[in-house]
């Protein structure tokens, strides 16, 4: 990591700010966690963990137990050899709900970006800093997609240690207070396998971030999604409402008013 930051190169070309790097933390963000970078947009930023050499990708628009962070990569120098590929660290944050072809066309995307005249200076800032990492850590190109996604669908998130914020935040228990409470009666929903459905977040940007999630990812209708989950359809809009949210059956998700 020292030699990475000590880099002369603009990090905002590839994806992974570092100012802020003191105290950079979302309420999904583990308490142990060594800052990496941050891609500049919706909090998402990667990270270290101690005694673990995986660099993992905090998302606070996730909106999910279990997908607010993910493993992207097996150590830095692989993350660095996926950014090399990808051109930018933002695609690796992406891969989670991505399929293949829509990895493809992000990419497609991003060459396309190229050939604005504008976009000039900017691309070859980041050329020079992906040449750079390339010639300080003797390091080629690698192909993320196949190998993230393996890697994200044995992740085992109960290696992480979250904040009281966290749990403040997204409505669930904590491990040891799921087990203390086993069997007896509570209002709140708690995990005994995967595939049970959560408690919706209490905070409501938090619920906006996680219904709109849902709904671009699993189910084609506001009320597919609250049968789905067993969720009170006004109570629901009601409370996104009073964010400042309706819901668009145009778009399936819910928009500012």
């Not at 695609?91 to 976009?119: C, F, G, H, V």
């Amino acid at each position: 990591m020292k030699r990475f930051r000590a880099l002369d190169v603009n990090f905002d070309s590839i994806g992974l700010l570092q100012s802020g790097a003191d105290d950079f933390a979302y309420f999904c963000t583990p308490v142990d966690a060594e800052f990496v970078g941050r891609i500049g947009c919706d909090g998402v930023h990667f990270i270290l963990l101690p005694e673990d050499e995986r660099v993992f990708c905090v998302d606070p628009d996730m909106g999910e137990r279990g997908t607010y962070v993910l493993p992207v990569a097996g150590d830095f120098q692989e993350f660095l050899s996926f950014v090399l590929y990808c051109q930018d660290a933002n695609p690796l944050s992406q891969i989670y709900w991505m399929t293949r072809k829509q990895y493809q066309e992000l990419a497609q995307e991003d060459a396309a970006a190229r050939k604005d005249e504008n976009m000039a200076k900017f691309f070859a800032q980041k050329d020079a800093a992906l040449a750079a990492i390339a010639k300080e850590f003797g390091l080629s190109p690698v192909d993320p997609f196949k190998k993230v996604k393996a890697m994200q669908k044995k992740f085992d998130p109960a290696v992480l240690n979250f904040s009281e914020e966290y749990y403040d935040a997204v409505g669930y228990v904590r491990p040891e207070e799921t087990e203390a409470v086993q069997g007896a009666a509570s209002a709140t929903v708690t995990f005994s396998s995967e595939k049970e459905a959560p408690m919706l977040p209490q905070d409501p940007y938090i619920l906006l971030s996680y219904v709109n999630t849902k709904l671009r990812d699993e189910y084609e209708s506001l009320d597919a999604l609250c049968g789905g989950l067993d969720a009170d359809k006004a109570e629901l809009v009601g409370k996104l409402t009073g964010a400042g949210y309706a819901y668009d059956p145009d778009t399936n998700q819910f928009k500012p008013v």
